[in-house]
């Protein structure tokens, strides 16, 4: 897959999730990514509710994102439990209260992103389930979450880009079974 180049700062287009998206989708699972206006989740947080609308045969939701991405995705879960069942935060946080919530949640992270303290703080801990699985990818940062190229102020991954992406695919499917599992 061809690096996609950031135009702006935080902009990263949807098409940057395409491989981790077709990984995931290679155990089973329906993945849909969603192109948001200016590529910015912001703009769409209800983005999911097309996906979810038009796949009525799907018993069991889960949402996630990369970065803002994944911050927008909990935004959306939690008014919307159910249908959403799971969610997968790669390279991100919650700002919303789901600590109650009944979700399964895995939240991957790269050892050398730079913004790994604010997403794993006991703030932003306590924003989300206690059985939360955070999985620390050793080697990893913030831009190889997806295959994008420009991210300010990253660390520079001691791994390769193919292996952090199977680490996350692994960790978010290892999520997704415990929603589909009757």
């Known amino acids: 897959m061809e690096l996609v180049t950031k135009k702006k700062l935080y902009l990263v287009s949807g098409r940057a999730n395409l491989p981790l998206a077709q990984e995931i989708a290679g155990d089973g699972y329906l993945v849909v990514v969603m192109e948001v206006p200016f590529t910015f989740a912001f703009f769409d947080i209800g983005a999911a509710d097309r996906a979810i609308a038009a796949h009525p045969e799907i018993a069991h939701w889960a949402v996630g994102g990369h970065s803002l991405g994944g911050a927008m995705a909990a935004q959306y879960t939690s008014d919307h439990v159910p249908p ?21 949640v895995v939240s991957v992270y790269g050892s050398l ?3 790994r303290e604010r997403g794993f703080s006991a703030e932003s801990k306590a924003n989300l389930p206690p059985d939360t699985v955070y999985v620390e990818i050793p080697g990893g ?39 589909s599992s009757p």
């Open 84 to 104: 959403v069942e799971g969610l997968a935060l790669w390279a991100s946080f919650s700002a919303t209260d789901l600590s109650a919530k009944p979700i399964s």
């Open 113 to 115: 992103d730079p913004g």
């Open 141 to 179: 940062n913030h831009e190889q979450m997806g295959w994008y190229t420009g991210q300010p102020n990253d660390g520079v991954a001691t791994i390769a880009r193919e292996e952090q992406q199977r680490l996350v695919a692994e960790a978010t499917v290892q999520m997704l079974e415990t929603i």
